[in-house]
């Protein structure tokens, strides 16, 4: 009863901590947008509109306004819920990430995994494995794959897995086709795999499983260095504490030893840096989103500040922060459940 | 000891799973592959005799271009925005494919006043909008004054040369010009998409935002709109005209060169249609499996620019000098590998009417840095004492091969021993704002025309009252009188007052222009009806691809 009264109270101040929390980072975001030269009605400029329509846009805009209404205007829009329209497409911002989240979330969640299962699988091997063939390749593996660049792993999988042997395409979601047919569904929830449900097109699944794999093999392979080597250093450890030597002393048997003491303990660091990397994620990979042409919102993030699109790039960082704090606190639960020392 | 025991056992038992969970996988691959569902091409029919081919129901293009705003006639301003509207919709005169002639659409017969500023047009009493609506010459009286009164971008290239337009019945206008302009400089505006009529009784009087359009007359509409990933058209069952052989144009946004041209490449897509850069052009012009198809190219042209109320290119022997020293064959050969470009040596574009090569006349066509040298001399600089520019360009916004264009610029200019170029660089945003608060003197910019004609290409740029956006601060009250003498010129006098124009502004020397780029479509072979000719516009309509 206390550890339920104690949890419920620490998840009710971390939401009220979230709160201010996402109000100073889009006071952060609105002041460095508007330090960078140029602004949404920049990217017409370059042909012959006459000023005074310049003009009249940047006024609709409230861009001729000074900058404290302009702020003030943006904050009390968003506590009305309303995170406005692009600049100048018009298009409701709360739309556009609607769109495009989910296809950020697929791959969050995909290269997690391979991340995860590569990683811990290589990590558990190092630890354990001391013979030198194995040992030194797993280290070498976590320093070399986190020293190249992410869009370059991009590149490499793309011109071998997709050019060169021509297993997986090398860019995009579903083919173009199929995009065509996902727009059919009676309610467009923009998740590939339920779309494809909703409109009787399973193997429309297959299509987006093509897709999706080259982008998680590089994000995946990229941070599965960091899970190898957090599990190895972990288990390392963990597995020369007294208590472990105890448990052998008293007789048993050492594939318990390794699961409950061994992995049980290494879940713990490996929650708070699964929680940090899919928080990470779910902000979107820019750089491997532009590579695939994955539509998510890091790609969308990165346009928008191209085109100085500040309900844009406010919109997403918004949610983005959103996100961050809910993931932050589902590690905390989870890292209650896991280790029952753990108090708040 | 038993631990590593332990680990052999489970490190088995893990090995054997994943490489289980490898071979299904692999076998469901292999499966789907080969037991794809069937595709919606079309399929021959069986019950006749196969005396005509069949066609692709769908075919996609690929572009990295986006739409900037939205796809309402009467703000669209970006190339993709606007070309996609001349595939849904239709003015009173288009260019015929294949060539610059404008020719009736819309437009059955006219008659111009002896004073030239009415007209009255006859229309087609058959076309109708995609509602199946007939359109009468009070829908295109409104869809003008529906343009006009929004007054949004591009409304100044029918409202400058509109001064009221009335219906007189239902398939004649009465159009009043504001003055007696040139034949085929109205017909040239009254072509554009900003002319296009719409449909009153469901247009609204404010513009439509995405994911709509308007309805409007042409041989597609607008099925469907993701902003940032694909704009799908489907015929217009309403059209008057010739049915499209393609039911179908998906057109899917690229993020970047690479990925357009690995989709073509791959047979994701069946066209890849801008931008590609030269290197790519040169590798898949090679490729055996694909047909790189070309045409001329005016959108855009690219020149260079100086702030000429700043130092030192307030003084006409620098700018002149630089004129002399540019070269033009480098740029081409070097980036555009000799063929997919064309120098240029004047704002008028070669085959535009008046075009005449007036830098060339005066600078010549290779560098000559003696002359320049020369001239900077006079100037006052010397090889102790350097000229020491700044030359700025933005890297993403016209070309991938920006870079290159500019350091063979610095190298053009530092083979005179006198200049010192630096090399500098902003995102597009960036770099509108400083040329337009004055803060950079030389720079490298694109002009993509309004309206095929040659006004658009001297007055923008040379007139002290319509080049303010540009900030090169270029004011001659000579020039200023010829370019508003022109366009109300008979063709014959036009085509002598634009030379004069050319030949005065080559001398000033302001602007330089540098280079005209062709347009490339890379294909699949068996695409057909690709036209890429000098109105710019990629005619979707005209596409299809044969099935067998």
Not at chain 2, 64 to 91: F, K
Not at chain 2, 172 to 178: E, S
Not at chain 2, 447 to 466: C, E, G, Q, T
């Amino acid at each position: 009863m206390g550890e339920k009264i104690s949890l419920k109270t620490y998840i009710l101040s971390r939401i009220l901590i979230t709160i201010p929390m996402i109000f100073i980072l889009l006071t952060i975001v609105f002041i460095v947008m508007r330090a960078l030269p140029g602004d949404p009605v920049s990217m017409l400029e370059g042909k012959d509109i006459p000023e005074e329509v310049l003009a009249r846009r940047r006024a609709e805009l409230g861009l001729d306004k000074p900058l404290y209404i302009q702020y003030i205007s943006y904050i009390s829009s968003v506590l009305r819920g309303d995170l406005g329209v692009t600049a100048l497409e018009k298009v409701p911002v709360a739309q556009y990430i609607a769109m495009r989240l989910p296809a950020t979330v697929e791959l969050a969640i995909s290269s997690s995994i391979i991340a995860i299962l590569i990683g811990v699988f290589l990590g558990v091997v190092a630890s354990f494995f001391k013979q030198k063939y194995l040992m030194p390749l797993a280290r070498i593996y976590s320093s070399i794959v986190f020293s190249i660049p992410v869009f370059y792993l991009g590149l490499l999988f793309q011109a071998s897995l997709g050019v060169g042997i021509g297993l997986f395409p090398t860019g995009g979601r579903v083919s173009p086709l199929n995009d065509i047919v996902l727009s059919e569904a009676p309610v467009r929830t923009n998740f590939v795999i339920i779309d494809s449900l909703l409109v009787g097109r399973p193997d429309i699944i297959l299509d987006f499983l093509s897709h999706i794999i080259l982008p998680s093999l590089t994000l995946g392979i990229y941070l599965s260095s960091i899970f190898a080597r957090v599990t190895y250093l972990s288990l390392q450890e963990i597995l020369s504490q007294e208590f472990v030597v105890a448990a052998r002393s008293r007789g048993l048997l050492d594939s318990i030893i390794i699961w409950r003491y061994g992995v049980r303990n290494v879940l713990i660091p490996l929650t708070t840096m699964a929680g940090l990397q899919i928080a990470a994620l779910l902000g979107g990979a820019v750089l491997t989103e532009t590579v695939f042409s994955w539509p998510g919102i890091g790609s969308l993030v990165y346009e928008g500040i191209l085109k100085r699109d500040y309900a844009l790039v406010q919109g997403v960082v918004t949610i983005y922060a959103f996100i961050v704090a809910v993931t932050n606190l589902l590690v905390d639960i989870i890292y209650a459940y896991v280790d029952p020392r753990v108090r708040f | 000891m038993n631990i590593k025991k332990a680990i052999s056992r489970t490190m088995t038992i893990t090995i054997s799973v994943l490489i289980l969970i490898a071979i299904i996988i692999s076998a469901v691959y292999i499966w789907w592959q080969s037991a794809q569902a069937p595709s919606t091409l079309t399929t021959p029919s069986i019950t006749s005799p196969p005396t005509k081919p069949k066609y692709k129901e769908t075919i996609i293009i690929g572009t990295t271009d986006s739409i900037q705003t939205t796809l309402d006639p009467a703000e669209a301003y970006d190339y993709l925005g606007v070309n996609i509207i001349q595939n849904m919709g239709e003015g009173l005169f288009a260019y015929e494919p294949g060539t610059a002639k404008l020719v009736n659409k819309l437009a059955v017969s006219y008659t111009i006043s002896p004073d030239r500023k009415v007209w009255d047009i006859k229309i087609r009493s058959d076309a109708k909008f995609q509602d199946c609506s007939p359109m009468t010459a009070y829908d295109v009286v409104w869809s003008w004054n529906r343009t006009i009164t929004l007054n949004q971008d591009p409304a100044f290239l029918i409202g400058d040369l509109i001064d009221r337009a009335e219906a007189l019945d239902n398939y004649t206008i009465r159009v009043y010009l504001k003055q007696p302009f040139e034949e085929t400089y109205v017909k040239a505006l009254l072509s554009t998409w900003v002319a296009f009529p719409v449909n009153p009784r469901t247009s609204p009087m404010e513009v439509v935002k995405p994911p709509k359009t308007l309805d409007m007359i042409g041989p597609y509409k607008l099925e469907d709109w993701k902003p940032g990933e694909y704009v799908l058209l489907t015929t217009n069952p309403c059209y008057y005209g010739d049915k499209p052989k393609t039911s179908k144009i998906l057109i899917k946004f690229y993020k970047d060169p690479q990925s357009l041209r690995l989709a073509v490449e791959k047979g994701e897509i069946d066209i890849a249609f801008r931008t590609l850069s030269p290197t790519d052009l040169k590798d898949l012009v090679n490729n055996p499996k694909l047909q790189v198809v070309a045409g001329p190219g005016i959108a855009p042209i690219r020149y260079l620019v100086f702030n000429v109320n700043k130092e030192p290119f307030n003084n006409k022997l620098v700018r002149q000098a630089i004129a002399y020293l540019i070269d033009r064959n480098a740029i081409i050969n070097t980036v555009f590998l000799g063929k997919f470009a064309q120098p240029l040596y004047s704002m008028v574009p070669i085959g535009f009417l008046g075009h005449k090569d007036s830098f060339k006349e005066i600078y010549g066509d290779k560098p000559n840095i003696e002359k320049a040298k020369e001239l900077l001399r006079k100037a006052g600089y010397n090889e102790t004492h350097k000229l020491r520019l700044e030359l700025w360009f933005t890297p993403v916004r016209y070309t991938p091969a920006e870079p290159d264009i500019a350091a063979i610029i610095k190298q053009s200019l530092e083979a005179s021993g006198i200049i010192e170029v630096d090399l500098k660089s902003a995102d597009w945003a960036t770099y509108r704002t400083l040329f337009r608060e004055e803060k950079i003197s030389m720079w490298l910019l694109g002009w993509f025309p309004d309206f095929l004609d040659s006004d658009n290409y001297v007055r923008p740029f040379y007139h002290s009252k319509a080049n303010t956006w540009l900030h090169v601060n270029y004011k001659n009250p000579v020039v200023d009188e010829l370019i508003d003498k022109q366009i109300l010129q008979p063709t014959e006098e036009r085509i002598k007052t634009l030379y004069q124009i050319q030949d005065i502004v080559a001398d000033d020397a302001p602007i330089i222009p540098l280079w005209q780029e062709g347009q490339y479509a890379v294909a699949q072979l068996n695409v057909k009806g690709i036209i890429l000719d000098i109105s710019q516009i990629f005619r979707y309509y005209l596409l299809y691809a044969e099935v067998s």
